[in-house]
């Protein structure tokens, strides 16, 4: 189970409340789009995501092709391309996942698809452009030659590749009593017990990085190419190993942990119409596996071998004798004393017979989650810290760092700040932990709630009608909304809590099933008039859902981290000027351009986070079937079923595309009037058309009435 699905599981005590209850708390589709969060994609293509809404509407029926176009065909735009410019030129780079030899080939090859759009798309002819120059640049290294006389930019090679023996195991058992202690209370309790044991490899050769281990005293020193200097300290710094005695799943067995919980039922009056029904209960949910496959599969530790940068073939034995490699990426470490998380489910409803087989169902739903897991950077660079002389590079002032930057802007100087950080030493001379990169530090201190008002009402079938309607009020809060999710390495309480993206405040569905009258009866009960105006029978479901909560990103041009945050490891988020829901002059948008502005430079937050919603659903399907008996055991039943009945459009995907900003501008420094929304994004008064265009308004809309005829036979 996930944090999702740990989080919305609520209110499942052994006093047991409705089914329907539980089931309206689940609101996500089959199928979840996979695709990151709209502020979180690299680049957006006005003309890619037109042609996904064509495509998917040309499959029509067939969701499983539909779900996989979309998810997949955007996936190199969304994941893998990094857009910007490189001395006064457009420049890109694609992510491949091949060897750099490979890199013109599987770079054009990952574009190729989009090709064809690009006659309709400003923006993705000006991706393919920075693609065209980075290629040329690297052609003019000339590769061929470079290739005939051993040059190479990089060079790994490992001397294992280790296959992983994975096992853990789960013990459970439990003891549960229901005692009557009236004949109108009854109560149930009981307590589970659970031994859930850490995975590991069955051979110990997981290796961890674990801080109270690292010596800064054996730190490594980084070469001007941040290689690591042979003989300088210990590259393995603070790694540990299972085989030597350390918690082979990366952290300790909790051993067996209690579970109770409590329910009971009243009948309030003692006339069985009316039953208050409440319960608490208490579940540890085991965590991913993943983590802890990669420490045998793809750790450096574990998979020794070289890395080498700017070299030639034949001073590999040299290099390998000198010892000299890359810093160490991909090392996990682990909060050692592994809590397990824990969820805590409690209700307390009130169902009401309200005759004529109707029976109403009013209850508070909640639980509280503790000790999910969750990963923050251990080797994260300070916030501020590239303000400071120490973290400049000198080569870039001539040899010598002076006290305060030549050029910067007014509002630096009023700030105090003496440098931009535009001019700060590469990101890994400046990690606390040398001799790493990113160090995955996996804790257990992330927290979520849920809360929820559910009533919902049914009726069973009687008198040619049954129906069943339920409604949701609900909010869902966490420090993460999933568990790879990274979060900060200060206080993910104050940094990352706030809604999650599957929290949906309102949900309601409603079904229902009618026998329409026999309108024989009024022309004489004649059989051959039944044939027509009889056997009708019309079924429907309707379900009405808020939109996901999202956000406008703070990754509003290529290289702004460092001149906010002053960090190069660290986000920064837009600061809220206004209620970005309200005075919107777009009449096609949904969120006021006006709204954000930048925060001050050296700023720590407390950014705002999930403050906008995207679109929700609006959808109702019905039927009608009329049967036509033929005899006793056979009939033919005539369908006319309708999906999106009311063709109300579902829309989604908001465009929260600021256009960039450009920080040699000095307007740009005029905090905090300066708008991040840049003026090109916004759509111009009384422009008509093309909607999602600008900033602020739906990109897609799907889900179109679809009418579907049916004939079945029955025999």
């Known amino acids: 189970m996930n944090r999702r699905n740990a ?7 052994v006093a047991g409340t409705a089914l329907l209850r539980f089931a309206n708390l689940t609101v996500a589709e089959e199928r979840s789009a996979k695709r990151p969060a709209p502020a979180e994609r690299k680049f957006r ?9 064509e495509v998917k509407r040309a499959l029509g029926a067939d969701t499983e092709l539909s779900w996989m176009f979309e998810n997949c065909f955007p996936n190199t735009l969304d994941t893998t391309v990094r857009f910007g410019e490189l001395e006064g030129k457009l420049d890109t780079f694609v992510i491949t996942g091949d060897i750099p030899a490979m890199w013109l080939w599987d770079s054009t090859a990952q574009v190729w698809p989009y090709l064809p759009l690009m006659r309709s798309d400003k923006a993705l002819q000006q991706l393919i452009a920075g693609l065209i120059n980075r290629q040329t640049r690297c052609i003019l290294i000339d590769p061929y030659a470079n290739a005939l006389l051993g040059y190479f930019t990089t060079f790994g090679q490992t001397s294992i590749r280790p296959r992983g023996f994975f096992r853990y195991s789960n013990v459970e058992f439990f003891a549960q009593d229901s005692f009557k202690v009236t004949h109108r209370l009854t109560i149930d309790y009981g307590m589970r017990f659970a031994w859930v044991q850490p995975q590991h490899d069955k051979l110990n050769r997981a290796a961890f990085f674990d801080p109270a281990a690292y010596d800064p005293a054996k730190a490594v020193t980084l070469s001007s190419n941040t290689q690591i200097v042979p003989g300088s300290g210990n590259p393995l710094n603070g790694i540990v190993y299972a085989r030597d005695g350390y918690p082979s799943g990366g952290f300790d067995d909790r051993g067996i942990m209690l579970q109770p919980r409590f329910g009971f039922a009243f009948d309030v009056f003692g006339n069985g119409k009316t039953v208050l029904r409440g319960g608490v209960g208490m579940t540890h949910d085991r965590f991913q596996g ?14 020794p071998g070289v890395n080498f940068q700017y070299g030639q073939i034949q001073d590999i034995p040299s290099l390998s004798a000198g010892g000299a490699q890359t810093v160490l990426n991909n090392v996990v470490a682990w909060e050692k004393d592994g809590k397990v998380p824990t969820v805590y489910n409690y209700s307390l409803g009130i169902q009401h017979d309200l005759g004529w087989g109707t029976t109403l169902d009013v ?17 994260a660079i300070p916030f501020g810290m590239l303000y400071t002389k120490a973290a400049q590079d000198p080569s870039k002032f001539g040899g010598s760092v002076p006290n305060e930057e030549g050029w910067r802007p007014q509002l630096f100087k009023d700030l105090g700040l003496p440098f931009t950080g535009a001019n700060a030493l590469p990101v890994n001379y400046l990690r606390p932990y040398k001799g790493y990169g990113d160090i995955q530090y996996w804790r257990w201190d992330g927290d979520g709630n849920y809360n929820s008002l559910q009533v919902s009402a049914n009726k069973r079938f009687s008198k040619a009608i049954s129906f069943g309607a339920a409604y949701t009020y609900s909010k869902t809060m966490a420090t993460s909304s999933n568990d790879g999710q990274w979060t900060s390495y200060i206080n993910p ?8 993206n599957w929290d949906r405040p309102h949900v309601f569905a409603l079904n229902y099933v009618v026998d329409m009258p026999k309108f024989s009866k009024w022309m004489g009960n004649k059989k051959a008039v039944s044939y027509i105006t009889d056997g009708f029978q019309l079924s429907g479901v309707t379900q009405l859902m808020s939109g996901p909560p999202t956000m406008v990103s703070g990754n509003i041009f ?17 600061q809220i000027a206004s209620d970005p829901t309200k005075n919107i002059k777009n009449p096609y948008g949904h969120v006021n351009p006006d709204s954000f502005v930048l925060p001050m430079p050296g700023s720590t937050g407390n950014w705002p986070k999930q403050y906008i919603r995207s679109g929700g659903t609006n959808n109702s399907d019905m039927s009608l079937f009329k049967n036509i008996p033929f005899g006793e055991s056979r009939s033919l039943q005539l369908r006319l079923e309708a999906f999106n009945v009311f063709n109300h459009p579902q829309f989604y995907g908001l465009n929260l595309d600021t256009g960039g900003g450009n920080p040699w501008d000095s307007a740009f420094w005029n905090i905090p009037s300066y708008k991040i929304v840049q003026s090109s994004k916004v759509r111009p008064l009384g422009e008509q058309g093309n909607v999602g265009k600008y900033f602020g308004e739906y990109k897609d809309a799907g889900n179109e009435r679809k ?8 025999f």
């Not at 209850?363 to 080797?379: C, D, E, F, I, T």
């Open 7 to 13: 989080i919305q599981l609520t209110g499942k005590t």
């Open 290 to 303: 993943n983590p802890i496959y990669n420490e045998v599969t793809d750790n450096p530790v574990t998979m």
């Open 707 to 714: 009418l579907q005829l049916g004939v079945k036979l029955y």
């Open 45 to 53: 293509s006005e003309a890619v995501e037109t042609k996904i809404v």
């Open 558 to 574: 290529w290289w702004s981290n460092e001149l906010f945050s002053g960090t190069w490891t660290e986000w920064w988020q837009p």
């Open 493 to 500: 309480k104050k940094y990352n809590y706030g809604l999650t």
């Open 363 to 379: 209850a508070y739903v909640g639980s509280q989650s503790r000790h999910l897991s969750q990963k923050y950077n251990l080797n």
